[in-house]
């Protein structure tokens, strides 16, 4: 396997398969191509003959200067449980403390139990939010109306 930074061109290859990846849930919009343009070097792909089988999507805050922020990662569904995302993550806290970033963030829905099982799993702590549901503290409203996240925080240094 092999790990390297995103392209422009790994859009084309990504974006048609989110979906799938995903289980039918629609996800693609959430990947709009100017992230593989614009956040190349903070961003990740992992390859395995050829064929993506994981990515990563990264960048660093423009507001708080200690901040990275994890935006979008996936797996193909054939290759779970085999420690790619592990191998992404590091990928992405290694070039965030490279880069004197201190706290890694990441959003999720809290209907999407993997997500939060996983981050929580790999040393993400839940921010204190202003509702709970399930059992886990979400920010009401975060992402517009009825749209509740739960907001994960990493220290990385």
């Known amino acids: 396997?092999?790990?390297?930074?995103?392209?422009?061109?790994?859009?084309?290859?990504?974006?048609?398969?989110?979906?799938?990846?995903?289980?039918?849930?629609?996800?693609?919009?959430?990947?709009?191509?100017?992230?593989?343009?614009?956040?190349?070097?903070?961003?990740?792909?992992?390859?395995?003959?050829?064929?993506?089988?994981?990515?990563?999507?990264?960048?660093?805050?423009?507001?708080?200067?200690d901040v990275a922020y994890i935006h979008f990662v996936g797996v193909h569904p054939d290759f779970r449980q085999q420690q790619i995302g592990k191998q992404l993550y590091h990928a992405f806290f290694n070039e965030a403390e490279k880069n004197g970033k201190r706290f890694?963030?990441?959003?999720?829905?809290?209907?999407?139990?993997?997500?939060?099982?996983?981050?929580?799993?790999?040393g993400f702590a839940i921010e204190q939010g202003n509702k709970e549901v399930d059992g886990v503290s979400v920010l009401a409203n975060y992402d517009g109306e009825d749209q509740d996240r739960v907001l994960f925080v990493k220290k990385i240094y």
């Open 104 to 122: 890694v963030r990441a959003v999720t829905s809290p209907v999407n139990k993997t997500s939060i099982a996983y981050h929580t799993k790999i």
């Open 1 to 65: 396997m092999k790990i390297r930074n995103v392209t422009s061109a790994d859009y084309d290859s990504i974006f048609p398969v989110i979906n799938d990846w995903w289980g039918g849930r629609q996800m693609a919009h959430l990947l709009p191509k100017v992230f593989f343009v614009h956040f190349n070097n903070t961003s990740f792909i992992i390859e395995q003959k050829g064929e993506i089988i994981g990515f990563l999507i990264g960048f660093f805050s423009q507001s708080d200067q």
